[in-house]
């Protein structure tokens, strides 16, 4: 898959816009999904197209060196970043020492239910979602919902291994605090700065 | 700069997280392990990290539809980005050999220099 992705940038360099269009059907998926993730479905659509717009101007600085999907991943985190930069950010929940919690689900965590989301919980985890700072939220959805190790985190956003680490964990907490303040327990306190 | 107590506070919400995901080894894990023994809030904590945990993997692992319009949008911007370059190529080409011609018809065009036989000067 990746020596066939990167067969295909390399062609799409030379301006062959038929190795381009196989590229975007192979991972519109993941570039839209990401941008959803960071921003929402309000945003998705737009940076979605900004992201293919960068890919195809840039992709004769694509050298190989490491897999497409990182390349790519890293382009879309960028957009989504910087779409973020722009918009007056919701402030991340402060913790005021009340231990945060989160409901077992209806049936218990053995339910094999609970391992598909209902609507609400869907929409709770959205709107938790957007009290996680953009940075911070970003390595959380790369770790926890695309099972990024923390070197591939780490190349994706440009940082060293450390921050990324960092990041991750200060996501994880916070997005623990505004889920469970979404949920109705509130171990959060206001919304911050 | 966030008063130390509330530094502390982060430090330990962040620790129980970490354990939670399966993060921490030896030294760091004893210690995780000691706070959530010893207090029944951080166990909850731990409990409500692993339920979120799950609750992203799930999130995560859902098959997202991509609108038509972005793969739509991201072909045609790149057909008409490649027609645009061709265009200019074959245009500038075209423009060269016009300007050649013209020049040539005007007799502007330097003569070649002599070429010599190796017959000294």
Redesign the interface.
């Known amino acids: 898959m990746s020596a066939a992705d990167r067969n295909l940038a390399l062609r799409a360099a030379r301006g062959d816009v038929g190795a381009f269009s196989s590229l975007v059907q192979e991972h519109s998926g993941l570039v839209y999904r990401m941008a959803l993730r960071v921003l929402g479905a309000r945003d998705a659509q737009d940076a979605s197209q900004e992201v293919w717009i960068r890919v195809w101007r840039n992709i004769k600085s694509f050298r190989g060196d490491s897999a497409f999907t990182t390349w790519l991943y890293r382009i879309t985190m960028n957009t989504c970043l910087s779409v973020r930069q722009k918009e007056s950010r919701r402030g991340e929940r402060q913790y005021s020492g009340e231990v945060p919690f989160l409901a077992e689900p209806p049936g218990g965590d053995a339910d094999p239910e609970a391992a598909t989301l209902n609507s609400e919980r869907r929409v709770e985890i959205e709107a938790a979602l957007e009290h996680v700072r953009a940075e911070h939220r970003a390595a959380l959805v790369l770790r926890h919902m695309e099972g990024l190790s923390y070197a591939e985190i780490a190349e994706v956003l440009g940082v060293p291994d450390g921050t990324a680490k960092g990041w991750v964990s200060r996501g994880r907490a916070a997005m623990l605090l505004a889920l469970s303040k979404e949920n109705g327990h509130d171990g959060a306190g206001g919304a911050g700065p | 700069m966030m008063p130390t107590?509330?530094q502390e506070?982060?430090e330990v919400?962040?620790k129980i997280?970490?354990y939670a995901?399966g993060e921490l080894e030896g030294e760091e894990a004893s210690e995780a392990e000691r706070l959530i023994f010893e207090r029944p809030?951080?166990r909850?904590?731990a409990?409500?990290?692993?339920?979120?945990?799950?609750?992203?993997?799930?999130?995560?692992s859902?098959?997202?539809e991509?609108?038509e319009?972005?793969?739509n949008?991201?072909?045609r911007?790149?057909?008409v980005?490649?027609f645009m370059?061709s265009a200019e190529v074959f245009v500038g080409a075209l423009g060269r050999s016009y300007l050649d011609a013209f020049v040539y018809y005007l007799g502007l065009r330097p003569k070649p220099a002599r070429e010599g036989y190796g017959g000294g000067i």
């Open positions: 107590a509330e506070r982060w919400l962040e997280g970490a995901a809030d951080y909850r904590l409990e409500s990290y692993a339920r979120m945990l799950v609750m992203l993997d799930t999130f995560g859902e098959t997202v991509v609108p319009a972005v793969v949008f991201a072909l911007r790149a057909y980005s490649a370059r």
